[in-house]
């Protein structure tokens, strides 16, 4: 099996950009998706594919992947970002398993 | 418009068999690429993949997890079932189940959760 791995905490003056990294074996080979959760909520798509954000997300949230490594960017974060937010892609075994990251929780000053 | 939701026991206790409901509307799992999850969350933690069934009727498991867990659907009431067995109180967690379709290849529309507590 495989694992991503993501930094526990992140925090972001309100407007300035930040960078909220996912790292592991299988990002390789599949694309990152990226899911915002809040407090007491379900979680949400915000990024899936290379760069593609679904129907009512904001365009300051966006993708990106280099090696093992994939970005969710938020450039001017707003005070309604602060939230957990989660990698997840697919095992490195390919087929449907899939794998979530550790979640980094965005703390907007 | 594409809703799910989860239903199930909120309680359950030691070495009992946990089955859960996902009924969903607003897509069909006879879909080509279509497929639903189960994920879940233990309470401050991280979210956890579960199981997988796809449009195929082709099942997937959490490595971790495969021995306890089964995963099924019936198509004509639009429902997916998970069962997980030995429930232990480390398996107290919120549950959700989430679609993917082979276009996103990303889970896009989530239930609201169900939470179960394992205890005596």
């Known amino acids: 099996s495989s694992e991503l791995t993501q930094d526990p905490a992140v925090s972001v003056a309100l407007g300035q950009t930040v960078r909220i990294t996912c790292q592991g074996d299988?990002?390789?080979?599949?694309?990152a998706s990226w899911y915002q959760q809040k407090p007491g909520q379900a979680p949400v798509l915000v990024i899936y594919g290379k760069n593609n954000r679904p129907s009512g997300i904001p365009d300051r949230f966006s993708g990106s992947s280099s090696g093992n490594t994939a970005s969710l960017t938020i450039t001017g974060a707003q005070a309604e970002d602060e939230a957990d937010y989660y990698c997840n892609s697919r095992d490195s075994s390919g087929n449907h398993l899939r794998v979530f990251g550790g979640g980094t929780k965005l703390t907007v000053l | 418009q594409v809703t799910l939701r989860e239903s199930g026991p909120a309680l359950v206790k030691p070495t009992q068999t946990l089955t859960l409901t996902c009924t969903f509307s607003?897509?069909?799992?006879?879909?080509?690429?279509?497929?639903v999850s189960w994920i879940r969350q233990p309470p401050g933690k991280a979210l956890e993949w579960l199981a997988l069934?796809?449009?195929?009727?082709?099942?997937y498991y959490s490595t971790s997890l495969k021995t306890r867990l089964t995963i099924s659907k019936d198509t004509s009431k639009n429902q997916v079932v998970l069962t997980m067995t030995n429930m232990d109180p480390v398996d107290t967690a919120t549950y959700y189940c989430?679609?993917?379709?082979?276009?996103?290849?990303?889970?896009?529309?989530w239930g609201q959760g169900t939470m179960v507590t394992v205890s005596s």
């Open positions: 607003g897509f069909s799992l006879s879909t080509s690429g279509m497929c």
């Open positions: 299988s990002l390789r080979s599949y694309y």
């Open positions: 069934i796809d449009w195929d009727d082709d099942k």
């Open positions: 989430a679609r993917i379709t082979g276009s996103q290849d990303a889970f896009d529309i």
